[in-house]
Nanobody, 125 residues
Framework: QVQLIESGGGSVQAGGSLRLSCAAS????????MGWFRQVPGKEREFVCA????????FYADSVKGRFTVSRDTAKNTVYLQMNRLKPEDTGIYYC??????????????????WGQGTQVTVSS
């Protein structure tokens, strides 16, 4: 079973950058497509971005396209989310997700998913 540990969250002013990391344990990391979701209080968890299982394709929500970059280091069993030109509306808890599928299902309610514990990102104006 894969376990996910996120790190790298914090507080930043609008226009700034943060990089999140998601370290996965277990030797089956390569069987999973990886992604990031985020959630703010009172709202549903939403898809942010993802990599397919091979890491050769990326997918982004329109709201982050051109500002966020997702990448994967298979040797380190780690997925990264580089967030640039951050906006206050990017504030939320960011969750790493692992789907044992060719691609991440861009729905927060996908049952066959492994979640990380989440890391807080706060962007002030």
């Amino acid at each position: 079973q894969v376990q996910l540990i996120e790190s790298g969250g914090g507080s930043v002013q609008a226009g700034g950058s943060l990089r999140l990391s998601c370290a996965a344990s277990g030797r089956t990391f390569s069987r999973f497509a990886m992604g990031w979701f985020r959630q703010v209080p009172g709202k549903e968890r939403e898809f942010v971005c993802a990599l397919n299982r091979s890491g050769g394709s990326t997918f982004y929500a329109d709201s982050v396209k051109g500002r966020f970059t997702v990448s994967r280091d298979t040797a380190k069993n780690t997925v990264y989310l580089q967030m640039n030109r951050l906006k206050p509306e990017d504030t939320g808890i960011y969750y790493c997700a692992a789907d044992e599928e060719p691609i991440v299902v861009p729905r927060a309610d996908f049952e066959k998913r492994i979640w990380g514990q989440g890391t807080q990102v706060t962007v002030s104006s």
